[in-house]
């Protein structure tokens, strides 16, 4: 699946420098699904110098040619909907649904880019020298790194590049080594949209190789990553030396509260295939379930019955609800953090095991804990896997204060039918988004980031255009 593309450098597909390569590894066989180039040192630098050629034309073309130019992506990305899918389900285990969703909400990220494009503009002041105003204008920043990680493989690169695009920037992606296809396949319609050489391009390689030499270049103007809290502050600290731009959306670990005036069937309709989505392995999922006493049993019974029901598989089967974890660490993760709870006094209401019948493979069963502590491992980190963490509360003051026990502030959630109750649980929970009744944060119209150890800046929305953009202003005075 990998042998028509490979590192995507200077306007063309080709093969590192040195020929070397590296298997991809299915997460539903464990077995490879092709090889693809690690790009070397001197890939790198050839990156960073056809980006800076093409930044000097892409930026010169103008706002409106600019937004003709993601609208053409857009369209490539449309007519190869089908092959997207099965390549994101190949790749990362997703079942096949959730991988035509994702490729939907990058295409609306192209869509809504193309048209802020258009609004790029600036404003006039007027001054109090004499014959003077004020001109504010918007610029793009320059070259940018696209860094993201392998469990959103289209949203995340899709993130970064359309408002990078928008803004007039050139981009260098660096995508997961576990799912570098997804990354291949949307960079190849960027190159059928037309797009001048150097503007998009694409490293697959280790660390050394790639990230080093793109963190050390002062050409290299502004950085986003999609990864750990641990990798976000060393590209931080990296990003320091040359004073480059960082956007930064790091790990979470979501409560959930239950108040006890919620639409219990409402909640546990899409509380639980949300849950357990990609595995599990979503940075916005809710980990903790904070239930009032009032309903917790109730609750435990049917998100046991649903999570019980849910057909574990291959993402290509079409009946599939979930499929496996990425990688046999991920696997044995899970497995450690369940253990470590039951050790420590949790009860074992559902799942918590490899899921039987497969042969190969990183399947988990969705899995349900309750009796739960906050200050056990399950509660305290991000399990990032199928896990949910139940517990009770008995007043409104509690679940917002449990709630608020983590230096993570990425997403949060409540459900309630009281505005009053809703008003205040947005006001008072530390996170960067705050769903009520609800669990749908990606949106290209809307600003998408956390606060605290979760991250600096946001994704979509207007909002997602501001890092990729300078501001100048210029005293003008006609004597």
């Known amino acids: 699946m990998y042998q028509s593309y490979g590192l995507f450098l200077d306007g063309a597909w080709r093969a590192a420098s040195n020929g070397a390569s590296a298997p991809v590894l299915s997460p539903v ?13 001197a890939d790198t630098a050839e990156a960073i110098d056809a980006a800076e050629r093409g930044l000097a034309v892409w930026r010169a073309l103008g706002n409106f040619a600019r937004a003709d130019a993601l609208h053409r992506i857009a369209d490539e990305m449309t007519r190869r909907r ?58 793009p920043v320059g070259v940018c790194a696209a860094f993201t990680a392998w469990n959103f493989p289209a949203a995340l690169v899709a993130r970064k590049v359309a408002p990078a695009l928008a803004a007039g920037c050139a981009t260098i992606v660096r995508p997961s080594s576990q799912t570098p296809g997804v990354a291949m396949l949307m960079v190849d319609c960027c190159r059928a949209g037309n797009l001048p ?8 390689g280790p660390t050394d190789a790639t990230y080093a030499p793109l963190m050390a270049d002062k050409r290299v103007r502004k950085v986003s990553l999609t990864g750990s809290t641990r990798v976000g502050q ?79 598989g291959d993402g290509l089967d079409p009946t599939t609800q979930m499929g496996p974890l990425i990688s046999r660490r991920r696997l044995e993760e899970i497995e450690g953090i369940v253990a470590d709870a039951i050790k420590a006094g949790a009860t074992l209401a559902s799942g918590g095991k ?4 497969f042969n190969a493979g990183h399947f988990h069963e969705p899995t349900v804990l309750t009796d739960v502590t906050d200050d056990m491992r ?80 946001r994704e979509g929305g207007p909002e997602g255009i501001d890092a990729y953009l300078d501001t100048k202003l210029a005293q003008m005075v006609w004597l």
């Open 354 to 357: 490899r899921a039987s019948g």
């Open 378 to 457: 399950v509660m305290a980190e991000e399990n990032f896997g199928p896990i949910a963490a139940i517990t009770r509360f008995t007043s409104d003051d509690e679940a917002l204060s449990r709630a608020n026990s983590t230096d993570m502030g990425l997403s949060a959630y409540a459900f309630t039918r009281s505005p009053q109750r809703a008003r205040r649980t947005v006001a008072e929970l530390k996170a960067g988004m705050v769903g009520i009744n609800s669990f749908a944060m990606a949106a290209a119209e809307a600003p998408f980031g956390g606060t605290a150890f979760s991250g600096l800046g």
């Open 197 to 204: 050489a150097g503007v998009v391009q694409l490293l697959v």
């Open 82 to 139: 089908d092959e997207a899918a099965r390549m994101i389900s190949s790749e990362t285990g997703k079942p096949l649904a959730q991988a035509e969703r994702e490729w939907g909400l990058s295409i609306d990220q192209f869509r809504w880019y193309a048209e802020e494009a258009r609004r790029i503009s600036g404003r006039i002041v007027e001054s109090r020298v004499l014959g003077g105003r004020f001109e504010i204008t918007s610029e």
């Open 29 to 41: 066989t464990d077995q490879p699904l092709g090889k693809v180039p690690l790009a070397t040192a």
């Open 234 to 312: 060393q590209m931080i600290r990296d990003a320091a030396a040359t004073v480059k731009k960082v956007s930064m959306e790091l790990g979470g670990n979501a409560p959930l509260i239950i108040y006890d005036d919620a639409d219990l069937d409402l909640a546990l309709n899409v509380s639980v295939p949300t849950k357990f989505a990609n595995a599990g392995q979503v940075c916005v999922t809710a980990d903790r379930f904070y239930v009032h006493e009032s309903l917790h049993d109730a609750f435990v019974e049917g998100f046991v019955a649903r999570a019980q029901a849910l057909k574990v």
